[in-house]
């Protein structure tokens, strides 16, 4: 047995000496049976007290791996095998007692779940907000693709600036310059999808109790960002003509808004396209009480009849309006590309956030978008998404005028994606609901797309994603549970006019 100690070190001599022994036992050194020295004796040859051996015997003993015995001295024990561990059975962790304030405000995830009625087989999709896949330009991508990666090599797939490469956002620039906006590149932001955009703004602008002004109804996604921000959300109701832009201003003086929301043509969900008039009116007004408006224009290249207005960005004179787009509703959802324009302070500062959420967009598709727009085949492409849309549109407007019951209306949007529609007042939306889903349809019901109680019983409709055939049989379907439903809660309702009233 080897023991060497070090009298200049921290660790106690008797502990030294321990930690050795124990070693030497663990490895095997020591066999069982090994009989140390004792402890006077072991004391002299390390030049220590007896009573230091003897606190080092103590640990060892304490540790199960040595032993003293009368007439036999102290001798090494067989080590134990470790015991394996045993968890007993805790309660489970309340995971939702440690989410954050944010995360509890969140509303359950609608978008999530109109993604998943989507890709069901067998159903007929009137629900999500999605372009039809019959239409993509795969053909043209898979081009363009091997030119990419046979041009720019790995470059396509390393990490871009996260404000997205130079040269896409010249571009952008370049489409928007056509549509009237006069933007340099450095005024663009590439964003993963423009629902990003709008997380990203919600971070940068907003407090808690801070105001909102967004139009009723709006966008459920935008509602929930602003609202899972602890922001104020008030609303300016829409007619046909957009926003209602002349209640808006003792809005602002009540309110003092952080910023206006406001999606001004083919609004999501009612389809209203906000009129020149009232959009030179919201601009004044903006300008007036120094409050930015957010346009969000997912859907302005998306029209079947007239020439179109231009955008809020357009007719902004003085850099208030913050504009946001997309390329989900135009091409392929799946490649997650929007942008921002803005001026370069709020793209500095946004960048600055997009860098700490996903560090840049995704590279390849830049490239492959940015050789779409360059050869104007979007152009081309618009052109032929239009035609089939407005086809589908037509479709599903004739077989509503075909089969809806009394009491039931409809928007005949010029653009975008949706029919908005009123149902009469005894219907059961829930219900209604749970019958489609048995007949294999899905829609949104209007209840999303208000922050309180809706006037009425709304729907929203998807015409763009399934095909025409689809669309008629789709209709049927939802028709036929929208008579049920109403039939049902006529008979409940006469059962309980019926009723003996009580004698009192």
């Known amino acids: 047995m080897k023991i060497s100690i070090d009298k200049g070190s921290s660790v106690p001599v008797y502990l030294q000496i321990r930690n050795q022994i124990k070693d030497q036992v663990l490895s095997g050194l020591l066999p069982p049976g090994f009989r140390l020295p004792p402890e006077r004796k072991l004391a002299e040859m390390l030049g220590i007290n007896r009573s230091t051996v003897l606190n080092a015997y103590r640990e060892l003993k304490a540790d199960a791996l040595i032993d003293s015995h009368i007439g036999q001295g102290t001798v090494v024990l067989s080590p134990k095998p470790p015991e394996p561990f045993s968890f007993s059975s805790p309660a489970a962790l309340p995971w939702h007692q440690l989410f954050s304030g944010y995360v509890a405000s969140i509303k359950e995830p609608l978008l999530r779940d109109l993604m998943e009625i989507v890709g069901r087989e067998n159903v007929i999709s009137f629900a999500a907000g999605m372009a039809a896949p019959e239409l993509f330009p795969l053909e043209i991508f898979q081009k363009i693709y091997r030119r990419v990666t046979q041009s720019y090599g790995p470059a396509a797939f390393l990490h871009t600036p996260t404000e997205g490469c130079y040269f896409f956002r010249e571009s952008i620039s370049t489409f928007m310059g056509a549509r009237g906006v006069s933007l340099s590149p450095e005024e663009i932001l590439i964003l993963s999808g423009s629902q990003q955009g ?267 994603f399934s095909k025409p055939e689809k669309i008629r049989a789709g209709v049927k379907q939802f028709i036929s549970a929208l008579n049920e439903t109403l039939q049902e809660n006529k008979t409940k309702r006469k059962g309980i006019k019926n009723q003996m009233k009580p004698i009192v």
């Open 198 to 464: 709008l997380d990203l703004l919600v971070r940068a602008f907003l407090d808690p109790g801070d105001a909102v002004i967004v139009e009723e109804p709006s966008f459920f996604s935008a509602i929930q960002a602003f609202q899972a921000a602890g922001a104020r959300v008030r609303e300016i109701p829409v007619d046909q003509n957009g926003m209602q832009v002349e209640l808006l201003e003792p809005m602002l003086i009540k309110y003092k808004p952080k910023f206006i929301y406001t999606l001004p043509t083919f609004q999501n969900p009612s389809g209203a396209v906000m009129s020149l008039q009232r959009r030179g009116r919201l601009l004044e007004l903006a300008y007036k009480y120094q409050v930015p408006v957010l346009e969000d224009d997912p859907y302005g290249e998306l029209r079947y009849e007239d020439q179109g207005l231009p955008s809020l960005k357009a007719l902004d004179t003085r850099g208030y309006v913050i504009y946001l787009s997309t390329f989900s509703k135009m091409l392929f959802p799946g490649l997650r590309v929007g942008w921002l324009a803005a001026p370069p302070p709020v793209v500095h500062k946004l960048a600055l956030i997009k860098q700490m959420v996903d560090l840049h967009p995704n590279s390849l598709a830049q490239y492959l978008i940015d050789a779409f727009l360059k050869e104007g085949l979007l152009d081309r492409h618009l052109d032929q998404v239009r035609r089939e849309y407005a086809l589908r549109r037509n479709v599903m407007l004739e077989e509503l005028t075909r089969w809806a019951p009394p009491e039931t209306y409809w928007n005949e949007p010029k653009g975008g994606y949706y029919l908005w529609c009123r149902l009469p007042e005894n219907t059961v939306l829930s219900k209604l609901l749970t019958k489609c889903a048995d007949r294999g349809v899905a829609f949104v019901p209007g209840d999303v797309f208000f922050t309180g109680s809706p006037p009425g019983n709304y729907i929203r409709l998807n015409f763009t």
